[in-house]
């Protein structure tokens, strides 16, 4: 490069920095316990994926909402035991009013949705990319945010709905390089477990305390599991036979234990008949063990899993055709699914597949006179105006540091602003990758 005697660039030496006053108190500069900061190469890899939850979303049809993270603690009141309970980010507001940092997207969902009405015609597709919390004991040490992307369907009765979620996921995967040999998808019914307590006479009170019990399985102990069960009345022989289905990981067994004419076999036959049109059935398989670990699921249920097994579920989801009703609102079927941003990245990690994500600023504009700051400004306006990305240098510096910040932000062009050039209407323009130098009229510059 040519090194040119910048007028009057000197790498001024600051004065001394000041002392802190005497009542600084020198904050904690990290972010909240299980809070994450995104600085900008990590808030990059989170656009990438979050561009793509959209892309998708917006591939079939979605549009896109978004609620108040803070809601009131009364959307989450449910009785079955859930850990998502346990865990509410919950407090006592300055008006007293009992309110809870969201732990989930799908209640602010069948909110909207009753508040909306007749207003909005059925079917509804809304998706929504946002953060929930939970309040853990740090003994864990795990996080207390994550950002969720969900897709609902309001509106649709049949297992069509949870097929065109799945399909939308199974897109998000083949988008971001992920195949049927990486990931899979689990698929049961709640129906399976609600036809074979029915053979009990369970109490209706039981059944989803029985799921959120079963879905710790893997997780507790079976003997605590069977003595969970016990809690909610379930007898001996409702528990033996339970545990029977739920290691069945195929429909014709299934059928043999629960016959071919009830809902659960018949809705999950279509599903997977559904599946084959849509042309993603190496994805998924019949798994009577998946249930979920939200209350308010009634039919399908669903979760993405890693092949290889290192990892939690990707992302889970089901049909929740109660919700809105137990909301006071209208009796509507809905289905969907929320797809955290931590495990995803986990598994690309794992697969070499994380994305390079570079900060790409094509151009940096400097003044080789401190005269001159002001064309720079002008230079600068005129190529953003041309949707040209533009860092301009806002100091007197020397082009050493000019150069070494161009290489940092990966410009492809250094724009100079010298008084000879700029004096008949030009610039000096810089092609990084190769030392081309051009002087160009500011007019033709693209
Ligand atoms: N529900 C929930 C919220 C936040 C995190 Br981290 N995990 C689960």
Known sequence: ATETVRAGRSNSV???????????????????????????????????????????????????????????????????????????????????????????????????????????????????????????????????????WNMDIIGVPDVTGEAELISSIVTFFKRIGITAKDVGFKISSRKVLQEVLSLYSVPETSFAKACIIIDKMGKIPMEEIKKELKLVDLSNDAIEDLLQVLSMKSLTELEEKLGGSGEAVRELKNLFSLAETFGYS????????????????????????????????????????????TFGGDDIPACGFGFGDAVIIELLKERQLLPEVPLEVENIVCSLDPDLQGAAATVATHLRGKGQRVDLVLENKPLKWVFKRAARINARRLILVGRSEWEKGMVSVKILSTGEQNEVNLDDLQ
């Open 14 to 148: 600051s004065s001394p920095p000041l002392q802190p006053p005497e009542y600084a108190q020198k904050i904690d500069v990290n972010p909240p316990k299980g809070t994450r900061d995104f600085p900008p190469e990590e808030m990059r890899l989170r656009n990438w994926l979050f561009h793509n939850f959209r892309e998708v979303s917006e591939l079939f049809g979605f549009e896109e909402v978004d609620y108040p993270v803070l809601e009131s603690e009364a959307l989450y009141i449910r009785k079955a035991g859930e850990e998502i309970r346990d865990q509410l980010y919950c407090f006592e507001d300055k008006g007293n009013r009992r309110v809870a940092l969201r732990p989930e997207l799908t209640p602010s969902l069948a909110r909207l949705v009753i508040q909306k009405g007749k207003s909005v015609p059925l079917p509804i597709k809304w998706f929504a990319i946002g953060q929930c919390w939970r309040y853990e004991r740090m003994t864990r040490g795990r996080r207390r945010e994550h950002y969720q």
């Open 282 to 325: 190496e994805w998924i398989q019949f798994d009577a063990s998946v249930v979920r670990g939200l209350a308010y699921y009634t039919g399908i249920v669903f979760e993405g899993f890693d092949r290889e097994g290192k990892l939690r579920a990707i992302c889970g989801g089901g049909r929740y055709d109660r919700l809105l009703s």
